[in-house]
């Protein structure tokens, strides 16, 4: 204990560095905890769709949605994903899995969804990489 009191006192910004980089990652934890996004493995995606009829919201860009999506996945860029909004109204009390190539895309998409009022939102963890490297299929029409 007296090793660690004088480390940190010797330390004292490198302490506090650590201690502010604790802070951000709790709080980006607890932010997706309370808003109520939920990140999804590809197998738990596949039973949110298959089970509850999720409907999937891919917010990558045109290229790479082209290079592969899920299958009906609706595409809906992150860039335009404010100005969709009205669109994706019939959808707000169903289950949505937010898609992109790796997932920081739709973790930021389904937080704009539920700040909304979407209440079922989840994310692919690891986006549609994650998806593929479980062999699940990818759609590229």
Not at 57 to 62: E, K, M, N, R
Not at 117 to 122: D, E, K, P, Q, Y
Request: proline letters at 4%; hydrophobic letters at 45%.
């Amino acid at each position: 204990m007296e090793q660690l009191t004088q480390f940190l006192t010797e330390h004292w910004i490198l302490s506090l560095a650590f201690v502010a980089l604790a802070l951000l990652v709790g709080a980006s934890f607890l932010e997706s905890h309370f808003r109520g996004v939920r990140k999804l493995s590809p197998m738990a995606a596949t039973e949110l769709i298959n089970r509850e009829g999720a409907i999937v919201i891919d917010v990558g860009p045109q290229g790479e949605f082209e290079q592969g999506h899920i299958l009906n996945a609706l595409h809906v860029p992150m860039a335009s994903l404010n100005k969709e909004l009205a669109k994706l109204e019939q959808y707000r009390e169903q289950p949505i899995l937010m898609s992109c190539r790796s997932g920081q895309s739709s973790a930021s998409a389904g937080m704009t969804l539920s700040k909304q009022g979407f209440s079922h939102i989840h994310v692919l963890g690891g986006g549609t990489l994650a998806w593929q490297n479980a062999n699940l299929p990818l759609s590229r029409k």
